[in-house]
């Protein structure tokens, strides 16, 4: 599109934002956790794609917001959250541009200078639009929860395939962006090497502890305290290990929410817990210092340990899950 036609329509969502219309946040997406689309969009996911042959361009991507045509294999990438940036390194691509985290808004130290330099083109909250189309990308990765309502205007900038969510859906949104980038086959082994890795770490943990340990999710927030369950990237790599969960971490959800009170909830073998933008903001001190922490059994035998919460909770791609398996060895000593 010339650069006057994207003006045109920058200025028309900025003035929907000034109206209280933003494009970016009005409303609650329905895959968002408790919406009506939210447990089966992974179901969903797995169905996109496409039927076109390996190295066949154009091709039509179906995705979450409908279809979209690729005319000539894509070489400038911008994507939209961290599953996104995750899964177009991992391909050896270096995007030209990202948003990042509002509470993360710096590039994942697992990921490196393996990203290259891209621009930084807001945060998944607040897309920079404009800077987004000064790139020229020749495609545009996000997702239905983030960026739904923007999808129109990114989708006039350039080629855009959005998949459900990001989180437990993450292996299904892999290879729904390694079909836009014409390297299904790469994405395939490299989902095949982490299943192995993983299945191997559950086998070594009982060879060597005779049992295997079980495993609390706990996360700090600004005004919450989360336990991960089954349904959050975390769970469903600790589910490929095999290693066991608390009652809560096995709830058909992204998390159980708790009080400061109710932190005995997260007693197991083992406490991995991570904090989500800064510590001030999320209220851990309280907990982490208070009279109810010391009791638990995980701490008292040495066993709760902070996690990087970049790679445990913001990584969403098989990178990150790999550094996950490697965080798990380093702390059960297997």
Avoid at 34 to 54: M, N, S, W
Avoid at 95 to 109: H, I, L, R, T, Y
Avoid at 115 to 132: C, D, F, K, M
Wanted: one cysteine or more.
């Amino acid at each position: 599109m010339r650069p006057r036609g994207i003006a045109v329509l920058i200025a028309a969502a900025l003035l929907l934002t000034a109206c209280g219309q933003s494009p970016a946040t009005d409303g609650r997406s329905e895959v968002a956790v408790g919406g009506a689309g939210f447990q089966d969009a992974g179901a969903r996911t797995a169905k996109y794609g496409t039927d076109a042959l390996p190295g066949v361009f154009p091709r039509t991507i179906t995705h979450a917001l409908g279809k979209t045509t690729l005319d000539h294999k894509p070489t400038r990438v911008v994507v939209l959250d961290t599953g996104e940036l995750d899964n177009v390194v991992a391909l050896g691509v270096k995007p030209v541009g990202v948003a990042f985290p509002d509470g993360s808004p710096n590039m994942p130290s697992y990921i490196g200078d393996r990203a290259g330099t891209p621009a930084n083109v807001g945060t998944q909250n607040s897309l920079n639009l404009e800077a987004i189309a000064a790139l020229k990308p020749d495609l545009i990765l996000g997702s239905k929860l983030r960026a739904e309502k923007q999808y129109p205007l990114l989708a006039k900038i350039a080629p855009t395939v959005f998949s459900e969510r990001p989180g437990y859906p993450w292996k299904s949104d892999f290879l729904l962006n390694s079909a836009a980038l014409d390297q299904t086959n790469q994405a395939d082994k490299l989902l095949a090497d982490y299943a192995a890795a993983a299945k191997k770490l559950g086998q070594d943990a009982q060879a060597k502890l005779g049992k295997l340990p079980v495993i609390s999710m706990l996360r700090f927030m600004p005004g919450r305290i989360r336990l991960y369950a089954e349904k959050s990237f975390v769970g469903t790599v600790l589910a490929d290990t095999g290693l066991p969960v608390t009652e809560s971490g096995q709830a058909d959800d992204l998390a159980v929410e708790i009080s400061p009170e109710q932190i005995g909830k997260a007693d197991a073998d083992w406490i991995l817990w991570g904090t989500y933008g800064s510590p001030d903001k999320t209220g851990q001190a309280g907990v982490l210092g208070g009279p109810l922490w010391s009791t638990l059994g995980a701490v008292k035998s040495g066993h709760a340990r902070k996690v990087a919460d970049e790679t445990w909770y913001l990584g969403l791609g098989v990178l990150a899950a790999n550094s996950v398996l490697t965080d798990l060895r380093a702390t059960l000593g297997v």
